[in-house]
């Protein structure tokens, strides 16, 4: 690929950004390793941190960047980015990983006016796509934009909240949307999110779905905001507004989850009030010529990131290996794809590109959960994997045969 064509998926000022991330090399044994971006430069650091958890670990994750002698020259970024996007990457080139491993991922929702309301559709509509149009219309007349200015758990939003009850209108989305209590839930699980080039899965029994695209915070042991990357949260909108009991099958799915292209560090020129003005962009592009785009900032978003960080993690609960936190999507398609009032849905081959101008571009093509490849590689077979690579003191045997 040309060097302007791989630009994009890097960002724009790559010079400056602080970048780690995963990728699956080739070697004695294969496996993966965690790596550091410089300049046009891959560089392998799992000798000094055998998994991303390790290097968040640190107070200061960039003292262990400060310098790269010594350790291991992977590739070109380029050549590293090419192939991890190409339609059949070489098994024998290093190619992108998602840019987590050890760490839970969980994720907010309902976080933007936008997307409060298509949840609540969802739900009047129990999941049933040709009904969304009318929905929409009605609550649109009834409501208008008046929530958009609401700050959860104001004494404005329980002023909105008894206006709604009153109407007949309120909703369990409308209770983490403007209530005091944001919605986090187990997005996926450990280990179990792709990266940049790999397939994403839909649920092969939905019919209404789409795509996610948001900032994910990337939030240490201690409970700091370290830094942030791209990921798609992949939706089922005909599962959840079934009922919200089938949360988990809507969302926890093979390669449902995607996150990527790197990890950006937080340091004294991208700083947490940089995260906040985030631009995000989404382009789905269907094998039909389908295309669909939308843009929005993360300044839209109803509750400050520390709160959504604080409200995953403190006295009340602890994760000790940290936290992959998706802050919630900006964006509701509805464009029609196929017929008028029905909006969008994904059919297999989509290619589903998220960007942002300081994060790069984190590429996904579509196709079913049952057709991605397995995944097979979690944490039992990272722990052996890093042992026979030399980067773990003890092996770690089978617990059974």
Not at 117 to 144: F, N, S, Y
Request: proline fraction near 6%; aromatic fraction near 6%; charged fraction near 25%.
């Amino acid at each position: 690929m040309r060097k302007k064509d791989i630009d994009q998926f890097l960002p724009h000022d790559l010079a400056q950004a602080q970048l780690v991330g995963r990728v699956w090399q080739r070697g004695r044994v294969p496996g993966p390793s965690v790596v550091a971006v410089r300049g046009g430069a891959v560089y392998d650091i799992t000798a000094r941190v055998p998994t991303m958890v390790a290097l968040l670990e640190y107070d200061d994750p960039l003292s262990i960047l400060e310098s790269l002698d010594g350790v291991p020259y992977l590739g070109r970024l380029d050549a590293i980015m090419a192939n991890s996007i190409a339609e059949s990457p070489d098994p024998e080139l290093p190619h992108l990983l998602a840019p987590c491993d050890l760490q839970a991922i969980k994720a907010a929702g309902v976080t933007f006016a936008s997307s409060l309301m298509e949840r609540v559709i969802e739900e009047r509509c129990r999941g049933d796509l040709t009904k969304a149009a009318t929905v929409r219309h009605e609550l649109e007349e009834k409501l208008g934009n008046s929530l958009k200015d609401v700050t959860p758990g104001s004494a404005l939003a329980e002023k909105a909240r008894e206006l709604l009850q009153a109407q007949g209108l309120w909703s369990q989305y409308l209770e983490v949307g403007i209530g005091p209590m944001a919605e986090i839930f187990t997005k996926s699980q450990p280990m179990s999110a792709v990266g940049t080039g790999a397939k994403i899965g839909l649920h092969p029994d939905s019919v209404w779905n789409n795509p996610e695209p948001e900032v994910v915070l990337v939030v240490g042991p201690d409970g700091r905001i370290k830094g942030c990357t791209l990921g798609n949260d992949v939706n089922l909108r005909d599962f959840e507004g079934r009922s919200a009991l089938l949360l988990g099958q809507a969302k926890d799915n093979n390669a449902s989850c995607a996150i990527g292209p790197f990890i950006r560090l937080i340091d004294g020129n991208f700083t947490l009030d940089r995260i906040r003005n985030l631009v995000v962009t989404l382009k789905v592009c269907g094998p039909d010529g389908f295309k669909m785009k939308g843009q929005s900032s993360l300044n839209q978003i109803s509750r400050p990131l520390e709160s959504l960080a604080a409200q995953l993690m403190g006295r009340h609960h602890q994760y000790p290996d940290g936290v992959m936190l998706f802050t919630g999507t900006m964006f509701s398609p509805t464009d029609d794809r196929d017929q008028k009032d029905r909006g969008f849905t994904h059919k297999l081959g989509d290619e589903v590109w998220i960007s942002s101008p300081d994060l790069g571009c984190l590429y996904n093509p579509v196709t079913t959960s049952d057709l991605a490849p397995r995944w097979t590689f979690g944490t039992m077979a990272l722990m052996r994997n890093l042992a026979a690579r030399g980067f773990v003191k003890n092996s770690i045997e089978r617990s059974c045969e």
